[in-house]
């Protein structure tokens, strides 16, 4: 999992912490992480992050980071998935399913079947849901594979930028005067 940044002109004089952190929006947390294991280059080579870019020059940042994942069990469980890539995985969650494990479903979440599926593929990551649906609601369900894809999903969803839509099943006819309490408790 690699991002590539073009340093433009008016960038150019800028350190590249600075840049990776005003222009691709990095954490200074996971920034902190990426310099550590040495995952972050300029034109093909590492680099001291303090250093100027020049205009011109190619930032690499290398996603690619081993995380433990062992607190969660891995269960193979069924559930559809709908779009995947390097970056994240969506998914169809089914009703009567959590998002996470707990005391009373520490097997049976749907965090417990994406961790068996990412061991089944050798992914060795965190398990990141971006949105959660409660336990008896089914929907899609977006995990990241990497904390900058969480990242950039939260912040989208501060911004109001990730869209999200709700259908409410009524099984009986509603009376008009009555019609919000049912809405407000689907």
Not at 141 to 150: G, R, S
Request: proline content about 3%.
């Amino acid at each position: 999992m690699k991002l590539t940044y073009l340093v433009k002109k008016k960038e150019a004089g800028n350190n590249i912490n600075h840049i990776l952190s005003t222009k691709l929006n990095i954490s200074t947390r996971l920034l902190t992480k990426l310099i550590k294991n040495e995952k972050i280059s300029v034109n093909h080579s590492k680099c001291n992050t303090r250093n100027i870019a020049n205009s011109g020059d190619i930032i690499t940042i290398d996603f690619d980071l081993v995380e433990e994942n062992n607190n969660i069990l891995a269960t193979p469980i069924s559930f559809n998935i709908l779009y995947e890539d390097e970056w994240f995985l969506v998914v169809d969650k089914p009703a009567n399913m959590p998002i996470h494990p707990s005391r009373l479903h520490d097997k049976d979440s749907l965090s417990n079947g994406i961790k068996a599926y990412f061991d089944s593929i050798s992914l060795p990551k965190k398990i990141r849901p971006v949105n959660r649906l409660d336990l008896d609601t089914s929907g899609v369900v977006i995990f990241a594979k990497c904390e900058y894809i969480q990242e950039c999903f939260i912040r989208q969803m501060k911004e109001n930028l990730f869209k999200k839509e709700y259908l409410c099943l009524v099984e009986r006819t509603i009376r008009k005067k009555n019609w919000y309490h049912y809405f407000t408790n689907c």
